[in-house]
């Protein structure tokens, strides 16, 4: 997804007290970066930040690491959760289960181990990546979900959802071929009764549009 350059975004994120500035530093200990000793989630590719916002709000006793490659996303991204919190009568202060961090999800592994135990990994509305040479940059690509596997505790799940027909598709593949087990999976979300989905503004953009949204949850297998 591009974005236009928001000079504001490291400056703003350099003051904010859920931005964590040196990711490095928490491998293996994600769960001593927060308040509060919980469930640790992970969500890659977070954009602009209304499924981990809406997420924090509605699960206070879950931890959830926001990750995106691009600062200026982050940028929008701190906006969006504080504007939804202050919707919701709390301050910034209080967000207190939530941590954005900029990094590449081609080395997340150098910054989540398997010590960190990710009790459930979100993938919502990935670049779909649609040209042969360019799939490999997919978040469900085969060499990504070997990766996840490192740091994924035992029985947690991946969640993927997408508008994209030829990703979700291609995608079912991958997992499959990757000894993930599908507990579920939907080709219109919004029809098949699955409870606790949480709208972001690009899944009901796409659905304004006339798109179903697509969504599968996966384990691996033991």
């Known amino acids: 997804m591009r974005i236009r350059k928001k000079k504001w975004a490291a400056p ?4 904010c007290d859920f931005f964590v500035k040196n990711p490095e530093e928490h491998a293996g200990k994600w769960c001593e ?46 906006r969006t959760i504080v504007k939804l919190f202050e919707e919701n009568g709390k301050s910034q202060e209080e967000i207190s289960n939530l941590l954005l961090v900029n990094y590449n999800v081609e080395q997340l592994d150098r910054i989540i181990t398997p010590d960190d135990k990710i009790e459930r ?17 997919r978040l469900t690509y085969p060499r990504k979900l070997e990766m996840y596997k490192r740091f994924l505790a035992k029985d947690a799940e991946i969640r993927f959802k997408t508008d994209d027909d030829g990703l979700f598709e ?29 709208i972001t503004e690009h899944e009901k953009m796409f659905t304004e549009e006339g798109k179903t949204i697509k969504f599968l949850i996966a384990k691996q297998k033991r």
């Not at 809406?54 to 699960?59: E, I, R, S």
């Not at 991958?174 to 219109?188: H, M, P, S, W």
Request: hydrophobic share 35%; with cysteine.
């Open 12 to 15: 703003e994120l350099s003051v």
């Open 33 to 78: 970066a927060f308040p509060n000793k919980q469930p640790v989630y992970l969500e890659i590719g977070c954009g602009k930040g209304g499924f981990a916002g809406q997420f924090a709000l509605q699960n206070p006793h879950i931890n959830l690491i926001a990750v995106d490659i691009k600062i200026d996303m982050l940028g929008v991204g701190r």
């Open 121 to 137: 990994l979100f993938i919502n509305f990935c670049n779909p990546w649609p040209r042969e040479r360019h799939k490999k940059r």
């Open 170 to 198: 291609e995608s079912v593949t991958y997992f499959k071929d990757c000894g993930y087990d599908i507990t579920f999976l939907t080709r219109d979300l919004h029809q098949s009764g699955f409870e606790g989905n949480i």
